[in-house]
């Protein structure tokens, strides 16, 4: 089966710098990867997704690419801000959805 | 916006017991899916529903899990004998398709955090 390894488990930013949270999967008929944003105690909730035939994807300070040769795919947020400390999972997908084992952000005002 | 809709939000129960977690999944939505999450950990599949029957479950999901989809708006993740490893909490999905990228967006319940005593 499919496994999805998500890097690093932890990350620490200062207000208005970047963020990058890196996936890689193994599984190359992997065709659909999510990220889910999960705010403590509260349900996954989609922020952006990217399609295996397209290499990135850009919504507001948002961004996926996504290397299929290599098989990864990351998270790029810019101009953090304290409202985008939660946990995020990455995952990947063909026909179950496999999570990656979540990346806990702290912005620091 | 629709939302998928979990209940209760907590349930308490006796090692042992049986428990039956409720969902409704948003109403144009064809394709059911139950997740676990351990705290503190990576969200996990265990099964997925469509046309009134399994479409596919993780080997987490074992001869003590059931789901049903008993009328036309609910459906429901039946553990038989909770055992306190099967505290967790429980998210159900849906989505309009599966298969068709344009419609396989997962929309997540509140979830339901199940404690095993």
């Known amino acids: 089966g499919e496994n999805v390894e998500q890097h690093p488990s932890t990350l620490s930013v200062q207000e208005g710098d970047s963020a990058v949270i890196k996936c890689t999967y193994s599984d190359s008929a992997s065709n659909y990867f999510p990220w889910y944003k999960q705010e403590l105690g509260k349900r996954p909730q989609l922020i952006i997704d990217i399609r295996s035939n397209v290499g990135e994807k850009k919504d507001q300070r948002i961004a996926v690419t996504l290397n299929k040769t290599a098989k990864h795919f990351s998270l790029h947020i810019t101009e953090t801000q304290p409202e985008d400390s939660a946990v995020y999972f990455c995952?990947?997908?063909?026909?179950?959805?496999?999570f990656g084992t979540g990346t806990s952000l702290t912005v620091i005002p | 916006e629709p939302e998928v809709t979990q209940t209760p939000s907590h349930q308490v129960t006796q090692m042992g017991q049986e428990v039956i977690l409720r969902c409704v999944p948003i109403s144009n939505h064809l394709y059911f899916y139950w997740y676990r999450q351990i705290l503190g950990q990576k969200v996990e599949f265990l099964v997925s529903f469509y046309n009134n029957e399994i479409s596919e479950k993780s080997e987490i999901f074992d001869d003590q899990f059931s789901v049903e989809r008993p009328d036309g708006s609910n459906f429901t993740l039946k553990i038989r004998s909770t055992k306190l490893e099967d505290s967790a909490m429980y998210f159900c999905?849906?989505?309009?398709?599966?298969?068709?990228?344009?419609?396989?967006?997962?929309?997540f319940g509140a979830g339901t955090r199940l404690s095993v005593l």
């Open positions: 995952a990947a997908r063909f026909n179950q959805f496999y």
């Open positions: 999905a849906s989505s309009r398709s599966h298969r068709d990228l344009a419609k396989n967006i997962q929309y």
